[in-house]
């Protein structure tokens, strides 16, 4: 009988720490399929998880936007994951001027000590040439301090400089990797996938996660609806060795049919910069671009650095970039938001690239600092929302000024756009407030959409007085009207991209006074009876 027993107890023990460990394995796989939803490569096993434990932010690239932000953000005590692409220094032919307005955003953020040891130079205003004449137009410094100018470099080393400070934080971690998708649940962004340096699949999560992976964005589409224009190319070239007519100035003459750039990148270095209109380009491969440049584009270069120019195409190094332009229009979503080139791109004649993602790290750190619980999904929501209106008007000012500028100075057989080509050039050479205006403009100094409509439009009239003076005709006053027209044809357009009320009217909008988030207070431990 005591056998009998023995084994009855022991098949019970047995059986129920059986079931015991299959609830256990169960409940564990049934937490982990409610976290993660299964996807193909789970099913292969060749995707690993990482938690989100400990991760406040995930960046999505370290380029400008990137890196600043990563350093940003990691100052303000946030855990900051960065995923790169490639963390080696790059080598661009744009992002290589930042206007004095994007310098004082980089005082702003801690980081001006990253255009130092890099030979960057300093930029204190433009030279401006046509048709053999010249007029140069400085940066309205006066009010700042002596550091304060333009500073132009080699965009690599710029980048690696913010890229290592951020790194020294210890709670920001840089990583090598290729983001391949968002990671969403229930239309919410819980964080990304990504292939490793090593071809390992990962996922990763965190409460907040910004898209800043430059132009050729593949993930911009989940987060803004792309309407991506290509106005044209550059022509990239390093003229060595070279002295350009006005030091520490950039130079843009207005060619035949479009813009050439120059600007210093180092002690010894002038980048060159030409705008080929349209999608199509000569091919470099059969020399049809070098031909070009020498017949076509070499002839406009001042005399004083046409040599060089020359050179630098024998040389060979010819390298292009399409320029886009796309105008920010996010689609809110929880969990993320979209910064740098992948939100907003605009014609990098201006410069003014680096100025808006620099403005808009300074918002967003700014609305970010109250935000102590990050996984408060509508708050943080709130405070997006927030941020797409109050980055607007500097943004936009800046982007309407270089889609604009652009316009007015390409080569036309209309003659009213030519008038106005003319009209602009001379207006700016009257100097006063007729070019430090446009100027502070330009330089992000005084990004307001007001100025920038008035000092446009007042190009505009001051070209229609020159056609009435000394005596009006009709074909003058038509061509006068025609002016006119044409100047609103290329400004309304993209202020209308841009969002009119957005650009002027940011106060109408509810979200621009967002109120810091007030914490709910405990509740007071009762008192006791006495």
């Given at each position: 009988m005591?056998?009998?027993?023995?084994v009855?107890h022991?098949?019970?023990?047995?059986?129920?720490f059986?079931?015991?460990?299959?609830?256990?394995?169960?409940?564990?796989?049934r937490?982990?399929?409610?976290?993660?939803?299964?996807?193909?490569?789970?099913?292969?096993g060749?995707?690993?998880?990482?938690?989100?434990?400990?991760?406040?932010?995930?960046?999505?690239?370290?380029?400008?936007?990137g890196?600043?932000?990563a350093?940003t953000?990691?100052?303000?005590g946030?855990?900051?994951?960065?995923?790169?692409?490639?963390?080696?220094?790059?080598?661009?032919?744009?992002?290589?001027?930042?206007?004095?307005?994007?310098y004082?955003?980089?005082?702003?953020?801690?980081?001006?000590?990253?255009?130092k040891?890099?030979?960057?130079?300093?930029?204190?205003?433009?030279?401006?040439?046509?048709?053999?004449?010249h007029?140069?137009?400085?940066?309205?410094?006066?009010?700042?301090?002596s550091d304060v100018?333009?500073?132009?470099?080699?965009n690599?080393?710029?980048?690696?400089?913010m890229?290592?400070?951020?790194s020294?934080?210890?709670?920001?971690?840089m990583?090598?990797g290729?983001?391949?998708?968002?990671?969403?649940?229930?239309g919410?962004?819980?964080?990304v996938?990504y292939?490793t340096?090593?071809?390992q699949?990962?996922?990763?999560?965190?409460?907040l996660?910004?898209?800043?992976?430059?132009?050729?964005?593949?993930?911009?589409?989940?987060?803004?609806?792309?309407?991506?224009?290509v106005?044209?190319?550059f022509?990239?070239l390093?003229?060595?060795?070279?002295?350009?007519?006005f030091?520490?100035?950039?130079?843009v003459?207005?060619?035949?049919p479009?813009?050439?750039?120059?600007?210093?990148?180092s002690?010894s270095?002038?980048r060159?910069?030409?705008?080929v209109p349209?999608?199509?380009l000569?091919?470099?491969?059969?020399?049809?671009?070098?031909?070009?440049?020498?017949t076509?584009?070499?002839?406009?270069?001042p005399?004083?650095?046409?040599e060089?120019f020359?050179s630098?195409?024998e040389?060979?190094?010819?390298r292009?970039?399409?320029?886009?332009?796309?105008?920010?229009?996010?689609?809110?979503?929880?969990?993320?938001?979209?910064?740098?080139?992948?939100?907003n791109?605009?014609?990098?004649?201006?410069?003014?690239?680096m100025?808006?993602?620099?403005?808009?790290?300074?918002?967003?750190?700014?609305?970010?600092?109250?935000?102590v619980?990050?996984?408060d999904?509508?708050?943080?929501?709130?405070?997006?929302e927030?941020?797409?209106?109050?980055?607007?008007p500097?943004a936009?000012?800046i982007?309407?000024?270089?889609?604009?500028l652009?316009?007015?100075?390409?080569?036309?057989?209309d003659?009213a756009?030519?008038e106005?080509?003319?009209a602009?050039?001379?207006?700016?050479?009257?100097g006063?407030?007729?070019?430090s205006?446009?100027?502070?403009?330009?330089?992000?100094?005084?990004?307001?959409?007001m100025?920038?409509?008035?000092?446009?439009f007042?190009?505009?009239?001051?070209g229609?007085?020159?056609?009435?003076?000394p005596?009006?005709?009709?074909?003058?006053?038509?061509?006068?009207a025609?002016?006119?027209?044409?100047?609103?044809?290329?400004?309304f357009?993209?202020?209308?991209?841009?969002?009119?009320?957005?650009?002027?009217?940011?106060?109408?909008?509810?979200?621009?006074?967002?109120?810091?988030?007030?914490?709910?207070?405990?509740?007071?431990?009762?008192?006791?009876?006495?």
């Amino acid at each position: 009988m005591a056998p009998t027993i023995f084994v009855g107890h022991l098949i019970l023990t047995t059986t129920f720490f059986a079931s015991l460990f299959a609830f256990l394995i169960l409940y564990v796989l049934r937490r982990r399929s409610k976290t993660i939803p299964a996807s193909d490569n789970d099913r292969n096993g060749t995707l690993t998880v990482k938690s989100g434990d400990g991760v406040d932010i995930i960046i999505v690239g370290a380029g400008v936007a990137g890196a600043a932000l990563a350093h940003t953000l990691g100052k303000e005590g946030r855990r900051v994951h960065v995923i790169e692409r490639d963390l080696t220094e790059q080598d661009r032919i744009v992002g290589e001027l930042l206007q004095p307005g994007g310098y004082l955003k980089l005082i702003e953020l801690g980081l001006q000590d990253c255009v130092k040891e890099i030979d960057a130079q300093r930029v204190l205003g433009y030279a401006l040439f046509k048709d053999g004449k010249h007029t140069k137009l400085s940066y309205p410094l006066d009010q700042f301090d002596s550091d304060v100018a333009g500073r132009s470099f080699h965009n690599g080393r710029f980048v690696q400089r913010m890229r290592d400070k951020a790194s020294t934080l210890p709670n920001v971690r840089m990583e090598q990797g290729t983001v391949t998708s968002l990671v969403e649940e229930n239309g919410v962004i819980k964080g990304v996938q990504y292939r490793t340096k090593q071809g390992q699949e990962l996922k990763a999560f965190a409460p907040l996660t910004i898209v800043c992976d430059g132009c050729f964005s593949n993930l911009r589409r989940s987060l803004c609806k792309p309407k991506v224009e290509v106005p044209s190319n550059f022509v990239g070239l390093v003229l060595e060795n070279c002295e350009l007519p006005f030091p520490n100035h950039g130079h843009v003459v207005l060619g035949d049919p479009s813009p050439i750039l120059f600007y210093p990148i180092s002690s010894s270095e002038v980048r060159c910069l030409v705008d080929v209109p349209g999608s199509k380009l000569p091919s470099v491969s059969t020399g049809e671009m070098a031909n070009h440049l020498i017949t076509n584009v070499a002839p406009q270069v001042p005399i004083q650095i046409r040599e060089s120019f020359v050179s630098a195409v024998e040389k060979g190094n010819i390298r292009t970039m399409p320029n886009r332009s796309m105008p920010a229009d996010p689609i809110p979503t929880p969990g993320a938001l979209l910064l740098g080139d992948a939100f907003n791109m605009r014609h990098p004649l201006t410069g003014g690239g680096m100025t808006v993602a620099l403005s808009d790290i300074v918002i967003l750190r700014d609305l970010l600092n109250p935000l102590v619980d990050l996984t408060d999904k509508e708050s943080l929501s709130k405070y997006i929302e927030s941020f797409y209106t109050l980055r607007k008007p500097v943004a936009s000012t800046i982007n309407t000024l270089a889609g604009a500028l652009y316009k007015v100075f390409l080569a036309s057989p209309d003659d009213a756009r030519s008038e106005m080509r003319r009209a602009c050039f001379d207006y700016l050479s009257l100097g006063g407030v007729c070019s430090s205006g446009p100027v502070a403009l330009l330089s992000g100094l005084n990004p307001r959409p007001m100025s920038l409509v008035l000092h446009f439009f007042a190009v505009a009239i001051f070209g229609v007085g020159r056609l009435l003076v000394p005596l009006p005709s009709v074909k003058r006053l038509w061509l006068g009207a025609r002016l006119i027209s044409s100047a609103s044809g290329i400004i309304f357009p993209i202020i209308k991209a841009e969002g009119v009320r957005q650009m002027f009217f940011p106060r109408t909008i509810p979200a621009i006074y967002r109120a810091p988030p007030t914490p709910t207070p405990s509740p007071s431990p009762s008192p006791s009876p006495s």
